[in-house]
């Protein structure tokens, strides 16, 4: 296991390195960059741009740039942000957490709800409560997720119950901890039902198909012929094989922490890194956008390789071994 986990590490530089080479072309195949707009602005000289673009390798080739670029990654700067004045690095990790709790409420509550629900409905096939969370399901999968976000907010704005947007009240600064706490997740509610909603629905109807699946195998006929009682047949024979798929689609989960939940905060106010690549993308910030998109993408590979020996964990069949 640990020569194959090392060998996935290596094997994720050079892909970590195609993916940021062809993402900062196609940034730089684009008519203007953010010193053009700068243009725009009379207050500022073109030798002033100039120096700019000098100070940061920006007046050379593209494939220049780029490797100007990676010989800062490899000292971990991630480069300066144009449009906030900041390094990048900075500004990732200040925005980092709020898009982190708000994913990880999503992920907690999709899992905790879903998974039961599942395995409910395929021990219970083809009656009225599987029709009924069947019928559900196909209704979270259907409704586009910002339309339900709208939705939210608009029955927030009538009732008054829940904040509108944003992560924090205007007298956050005068709570004491534990009110603190208690507005935030206020403030939570409504993107993490926006999130789970699809998510649960997905997940349940995977579950639930994964488990019939194996329900309908020779053995655990057998193992009721033994007279095994239904909870052990279901939760330590079947559940255990039909596993497999939910570990790949947790690990991918995983993956998407920080990444997923980009539109959700546009729409819902939230201050986290969704906000952040929306405006750089718009102004062109160049290092700003590549420092999200190889974080992004070193997520999505650590969450692969954690789903892969995860699976080899609970399932005693696979086994990773050099060739």
């Not at 500004?91 to 409420?105: A, D, G, H, M, V």
């Not at 290092?287 to 999505?300: E, F, K, N, Q, R």
């Not at 892969?308 to 696979?318: C, E, F, G, S």
């Amino acid at each position: 296991m640990l020569t194959y986990i090392i060998r996935r590490l290596l094997i994720s530089i050079p892909l970590l390195l195609v993916m940021s080479l062809i993402t900062f072309l196609f940034i730089q195949l684009g008519t203007e960059d953010f010193f053009d707009r700068m243009k725009m602005d009379p207050q500022v000289s073109e030798e002033t741009i100039a120096r700019y673009r000098a100070s940061y390798g920006l007046d050379k080739p593209v494939l220049t740039q780029y490797f100007y670029w990676l010989k800062n990654l490899a000292r971990f700067d991630l480069g300066y942000s144009f449009s906030y004045n900041a390094p990048v690095k900075n500004i990732i990790s200040s925005r980092l957490f709020n898009t982190f709790i708000l994913s990880l409420s999503s992920l907690f509550f999709t899992w905790i709800i879903a998974l039961p629900l599942g395995i409910y409905t395929a021990v219970h096939h083809r009656r009225f409560s599987d029709r009924f969370f069947s019928l559900v399901s196909f209704a979270g999968i259907s409704i586009p997720s910002f339309f339900l976000a709208l939705l939210l907010l608009y029955f927030a704005s009538l009732s008054g119950i829940l904040p509108l947007g944003g992560m924090r009240s205007a007298n956050f600064d005068s709570l004491n901890f534990i009110q603190k706490i208690f507005d935030i997740a206020r403030h939570l509610v409504i993107p993490t039902i926006v999130l789970s909603v699809g998510s649960i629905a997905g997940l349940q109807r995977i579950t639930r198909a994964n488990l019939l699946d194996v329900l309908r195998q020779q053995y655990i006929t057998f193992a009721r012929a033994k007279g095994l009682s239904e909870n052990r047949v279901v939760y330590h024979h079947a559940l255990r094989n039909a596993v497999n798929p939910l570990v790949t689609i947790f690990g991918y989960n995983l993956s998407g922490l920080l990444s997923g939940a980009a539109l959700i905060e546009i729409i819902c106010s939230w201050p986290g890194l969704g906000m952040v690549m929306l405006s750089a993308v718009r102004s062109r910030d160049l290092y700003l956008v590549m420092g999200s998109v190889i974080m992004s993408g070193a997520l999505l590979l650590l969450g692969n390789l954690f789903a892969d020996i995860l699976l080899a964990r609970v399932d005693p069949r696979i086994r990773y071994e050099p060739r």
